[in-house]
């Protein structure tokens, strides 16, 4: 499973419609400083459904328009969408956010934030934010006990819910 190309409008630095496509086996985003690499991770992250300023490197939602610049005027809306490739199945998802507050879509359909998580989970994404180590997180993630690597570990290839059940199942 890959993510296939992820498009980008009004998000952040990103003003006028740029789409990315990304290879099945990996991708390297280069450029310098301050050209916008990490704000695609951003993207992705965002578009997934996270809710936390500071792990989207902003203070309000806000700061998630395009601000404009002297040829292109501020942006009212964002859009990040990106498509999933499951096997040569593919998932599109998208979030929007506009005066209105922000919006999930998967495959055009407008969803709820937890229809999005089941989504998800179906798709196996349920630890994907621990997928992401972020500039300045490396530090964090090598200096994790043992104990946590390993909980953060079974939440990405989807073991916690059998242990979740397991002890559910043991304390009947
Ligand atoms: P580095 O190599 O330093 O990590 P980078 O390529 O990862 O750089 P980003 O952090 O993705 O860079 O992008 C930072 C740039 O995005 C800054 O120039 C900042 O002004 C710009 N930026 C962030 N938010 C917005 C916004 N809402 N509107 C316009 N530009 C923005
Ligand atoms: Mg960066």
């Known amino acids: 499973m890959y993510i296939e190309r992820v498009a980008l409008k009004g998000f952040k630095s ?36 996270e809710q936390s300023p500071s ?25 990040v969408s990106f498509v999933i490739n499951d096997k040569g199945k593919l998932k599109a998802f998208k979030r929007v956010l506009d005066e209105s507050g922000s919006s999930f879509f998967v495959d055009g359909k407008k969803v709820k934030l937890y229809e999005m998580e089941e989504e998800k989970r179906l798709l196996g994404l349920e630890g994907i934010d621990f997928a992401f180590i972020g500039q300045g997180e490396v530090l964090e993630a090598i200096k994790q006990k043992p104990a946590e690597r390993r909980e953060n570990l079974e939440v990405l290839f989807g073991i916690s819910q059998y242990r979740r059940k397991r002890e559910e199942a043991l304390l009947k």
């Open 14 to 49: 990103f003003g006028e419609q740029v789409d990315i496509e990304l290879s099945e086996k990996y991708t390297v985003i280069a450029g310098p400083n301050g050209s916008g690499k990490s704000n695609i991770l951003d993207a992705i992250r965002w578009a997934l459904g």
């Open 55 to 79: 792990r989207l490197r902003i203070s309000k939602q806000s700061d998630l328009l395009f601000q404009g610049s002297p040829s292109r005027p501020p942006a009212r809306e964002a859009r």
